[in-house]
DNA sequence: TCCATCGTTCGAATTATTTCGAACCTTTCG
DNA sequence: CGAAAGGTTCGAAATAATTCGAACGATGGA
């Protein structure tokens, strides 16, 4: 019953801007990141562009957002859950997802 | 006459979100954008945070800056007069420089 | 004019990221 | 129980970004 693996996180005091700023420096990173404003979702549930990714690749875009603090990542019965972690980041960088995730994207990245 | 050589830049509308934050993900080049808050610096006023790195480097750093459009890069007599590009990045991302500019930054990058 | 200064560019070497398949684990359902 | 669904991890291969020296160009002053 004990579930899936328990990933790690960064604490609050531990994000750092410029591993954020990375982390949502991809366009498909941003764009998962925005799938979550609205409240948590299955990662079954978070489509990628490209819907032909393999899972070890959405994986590991999942824990470069993850690892930087972006979002929380938690079992969820035989899925997972994302959520933003909009109180921490808000708390550390003021305004910083608000103005990024409401943001027109402009070019993706070549 | 004809000053040292004219770079490209972005124009405003070519300016993308992602490539803005890739540029500002670095610590060093963030530190950059920072020293220019105040108003244009001569390129030679701008500071490493490790002085002995080789000018190519330095360069290319404010290469990446330019050519996402962050800082705009302009001959000036011998050397090269640096700007942030405020009013283009306010326009085309309302918020964004103040809140990564005035945030604490938490860790560098490891 | 000659030369030192300030910076860019090029190419090669290093290093970091991304991508993907295979192996593996847990949960759910028949 | 057994198998399918949903995801993580590992390692290797492919890509991309960084670093630096060397070569070059333009400017300003002696």
């Given amino acids: ?12 005091s531990e994000i ?3 591993t954020v700023l990375f982390a949502l420096s991809d366009p498909e990173r941003l764009a998962i990141a ?6 948590p979702l299955d990662m079954a549930e978070c489509h990628l562009s490209n819907p032909d990714v ?4 959405k994986s590991h875009l999942m824990k470069v957002l993850r690892t930087s603090g972006v979002v929380r990542n938690e079992a969820n019965g035989r899925g997972r859950r994302l959520s933003l972690r909009r ?8 305004g910083l997802l608000d103005v ?5 994207d402009g070019d993706a990245k070549p």
Same sequence: chains 1, 2.
């Fill in 87 to 94: 109180e921490d980041l808000d708390a550390r960088f003021p």
């Fill in 34 to 39: 925005r799938q979550l404003v609205d409240g």
């Fill in 16 to 18: 750092s801007l410029t």
């Fill in 1 to 12: 019953m004990s579930s899936s693996p328990d990933l790690p996180h960064p604490e609050r």
């Fill in 100 to 104: 990024v995730l409401s943001a027109e």
């Fill in 54 to 57: 393999p899972k070890s690749t």
